[in-house]
């Protein structure tokens, strides 16, 4: 297989992955609330927080890392943040699989901030995973122009959904009925 072909595979691989999440994610939050809430779904929003609050932190450390030459531990903290990102969206999806809803109530003079802030980092969220997964694939392939490239973008989209979504979090925690 040559270099183009694969590139096309992975390109269509990624492709499927990527609105796979979307689909689900989709389908989860349409789900009608369930009548048997388990106690450990209430946590998960908290667990979500900080999730995320640990991916920023690995992600700023990369940053840090790949700019100081240190390629081996930037990959693997990459890696966690990653892991992470994947361990948030199965809690995610657990919290919102039992069809439970939050609102921002809509006379706080913060809601139409919490909405920007919302709206942004549900727009970004899916643009995020095809732009990481495609940043991964040049990096292991040791393309690292299109890596770097890539990167440039990746990098701060992933991290500004990653600290939007605390921010979120912070924003709607104290209107859990739960």
Not at 76 to 95: E, G, P, R, V, W
Request: hydrophobic letters at 50%; charged letters at 15%; glycine letters at 4%.
């Amino acid at each position: 297989m040559n270099k183009l072909s694969r590139f096309k595979s992975v390109y269509w691989l990624i492709s499927f992955i990527s609105l796979a999440v979307v689909a689900a994610v989709i389908v989860f939050l349409e789900l009608p609330k369930s009548d048997h809430i388990p106690g450990f779904v209430y946590e998960l929003p908290k667990l979500n927080a900080v999730l995320s609050a640990s991916c920023s932190c690995l992600l700023l450390v990369s940053v840090y890392l790949i700019r100081k030459k240190k390629v081996s531990l930037h990959k693997k903290l990459n890696f966690s943040a990653f892991l992470l990102s994947c361990l948030f969206l199965i809690s995610y999806l657990t919290f919102h699989s039992y069809g439970i809803e939050v609102r921002f109530p809509a006379d706080n003079p913060l809601r139409p901030y919490y909405l920007f802030i919302l709206g942004s980092h549900i727009l970004l969220a899916p643009v995020v995973l095809p732009l990481v997964l495609l940043s991964f694939y040049f990096g292991l392939t040791k393309q690292i122009k299109k890596h770097k490239a890539i990167g440039r973008w990746a990098m701060p989209i992933w991290l500004y959904v990653t600290i939007t979504g605390v921010v979120v979090y912070l924003m709607i925690s104290p209107y859990y009925q739960f």
